[in-house]
C-alpha cells in the first residue's frame, strides 16, 4: 500500500482489497469489520488474515483495517462486488491446488521411472513458427512421404485436381516441427501411464472449477453503472489484473509466451538481472538479443509489463514468476504427445494424416461442384491455414490420438491407456475453454459497468479484447494451441 501527497487514502493493490492472504486459508470474509458498523457486532472478528503454508503471502502488507473506505462506510453492492470477487479467489486457489497435486505426483511417477521432470519444462510450440519450413516440393521431399506423393501423383492426372497438386507442392512439410524436448521418450509413457486417468480426472476438475465461478459473473451484473460508480474510485489502483492466482492458472495451464514481456530481467546497462528468466526467454524467442529486447520493453512499461508489477506485491509477483519458471501443464502435455511419437514412426503418422487431410479436402471441394472450376482460388487459403497446422509433431499426434490411431504409443501404451491420454487431451481443452470462457464475461461485465473508460489498471476493454482476439497467435490466447490444431486435421476414416 502506498498514498500520495493529494491523497492521504492508502492505495490498494487488488490482493488488499479483496483480502486475498485471508483467503488463501480461510472462506472467512475480512476480519475486520466497516467503519460504519460496531466491531462487536461483525461476527468474523474473530479471523485474522494469515499466511498460508506454502504461500509467501506477507499479509501484514494488506492489513484490512486500513481498507480506505468514506465515512458512509461500504456501499451496498460493493459488498458483493467484493463477495464475488473473493468467491473467484477460492476457486482459484483451488483449482491450482488441484493442479500442484497432480504435478506433484507426476514427477514421483516420472523419477521412479527414471525421467527427470526437468526435461519437460518450456515447449516452444509458438516461436517456431517464425521458422522457415521445408516446402513439399522441395527436391527429395516428396519422396520421403509416399501418402502423400500417391496423393500428388493422383491429382496431378486429374485436371481438375493439377492445381490442388502445385498447392500441395507449395505447402511446408508435414512435422517440420518436430519437438525440441530431449524428455520425450517411451520411458516417459511408462512413467506416465498408471497416472493418466488421474491427470485427466484433476484437469478436468480444475476445469469445472473456473466454469463454476465464471457463474458469479451474473450475479454481478445485477448492479447497475451507477452504484458501481459508487464505489469504483476506491479500486484505483487495485484493477483485476491484480490477481495473482488467475496469473497463475494462465501461466501454469501453458500461456507462457504472452508473459514473456512482463518480466525486466536486465537493467539499464544491459547487465542480466534475472538469469533464469532471461533465459527462459531467450529460450522462447530463438535469441539472447530477442530477450533483451522483451526486457527493454518490460522496462518501459510494454507488454503490459509495467501494470502487472504494479499491480501485484513483491510476495505475489514471486509466485508469478515461479511459475513461468516452472513446468505447465502445456509442457507435460506436449512431451506426451511428442513421446508417443518418437523414433521412426513420426514421419509416416506425418504422412498419413497429411495425405487424409488433403484427400479429405479435395474431394470436398469436388462434391461442392468446386474443384476445377474458376473459384477454386477461394479455397487456398484453408489449404494453406491447414497445411501450417500440419507443421507442428504435437499437432499431428494429437489427432492420431483424438483418432485412437493405434500407433501412437505403441509398445508403451496399451488401448485403455490410449484412451486415458484421449480424456487428459479433452480435460486440457475443457480447461483451456473455461478459462476463456471467464475472460469473456470479465469483458462483458467491465462492458456493461463502464464502457470504453480506462480501467482502474489502465487498460479497459481493449485490453479485454486483445487477451481474446483472433487476430494474435493461437500461443498468446489459448494454452493448447497443438490441440485446437488437431480438431481441424481429425478426418472421417476411409473405408
Known sequence: MSTSETDPRPKLLYSAYINVPALVTSVAPPAAAPRSADPGEWPW???????????????????????????????????????????????????????????????????????SISGLRHSRYAWRGEAVPPKIGDPGQLERLP?????????????SGAAYAAWIRELPVAGSFPGDDAAASPQLLAALAPELDMCAERVGRAAHIVSTATLAYPILQRMT????????????????????????????????????????????????????????????TGSVAAASECSRRASKGGGGAGVLRAALP???????????LGLTLRDLVDALLLAGTSGTGARALADRVAAANFRDLFETALRRGRAGNDH????????????????????????????????????????????AVARLLDACL????????????????????????PGTGGGGLPYLRATLSPQRPDWEVRSFPALWASRSLI???RH
Do not use: C
Open 45 to 115: 472478528a474473530q479471523y485474522a488474515p494469515s499466511q498460508a503454508a506454502g504461500r509467501a503471502v506477507d499479509a501484514a502488507e494488506v492489513d484490512p483495517r486500513e481498507l480506505p473506505v468514506g465515512a458512509d462506510g461500504w456501499a451496498h453492492d460493493e459488498v458483493l462486488f467484493i463477495t464475488v470477487h473473493q468467491t473467484f479467489e477460492v476457486w482459484f486457489r483451488h483449482a491450482l491446488f488441484e493442479l500442484d497435486d497432480m504435478v506433484r505426483r507426476v514427477g514421483q511417477a516420472l523419477a521412479a521411472g527414471g525421467v
Open 147 to 159: 501418402e502423400l506423393s500417391k496423393l500428388v501423383a493422383e491429382l496431378d492426372s486429374d485436371e
Open 376 to 419: 477454386a482460388g477461394d479455397e487456398r487459403g484453408v489449404w494453406e491455414s491447414v497445411g501450417a497446422q500440419l507443421t507442428h509433431l504435437e499437432s499431428i499426434a494429437a489427432t492420431a490420438v483424438l483418432a485412437g490411431d493405434p500407433s501412437f504409443g505403441a509398445g508403451a501404451l496399451d488401448g485403455a491407456a490410449r484412451a
Open 225 to 284: 453503472p451507477s452504484s458501481f460508480l459508487e464505489f469504483r474510485q476506491r479500486l484505483d489502483p487495485a484493477s483485476g489484473f491484480g490477481s495473482s492466482q488467475f496469473r497463475e492458472l494462465e501461466i501454469f495451464s501453458g500461456q507462457r509466451e504472452r508473459h514473456l514481456a512482463s518480466f525486466v530481467t536486465e537493467d539499464a546497462s544491459g547487465a542480466i538481472r534475472d538469469r533464469e528468466l532471461h533465459d527462459l526467454v531467450a529460450h522462447h
Open 314 to 324: 513483491d510476495a505475489e509477483f514471486a509466485l508469478v514468476r515461479g511459475r513461468m
Open 430 to 453: 475443457a480447461l483451456d475453454g473455461a478459462i476463456m470462457d471467464w475472460r469473456r464475461a470479465h469483458m462483458q461485465f467491465v462492458e456493461v459497468m463502464i464502457g470504453g473508460r
Open 491 to 493: 478426418t472421417a476414416p
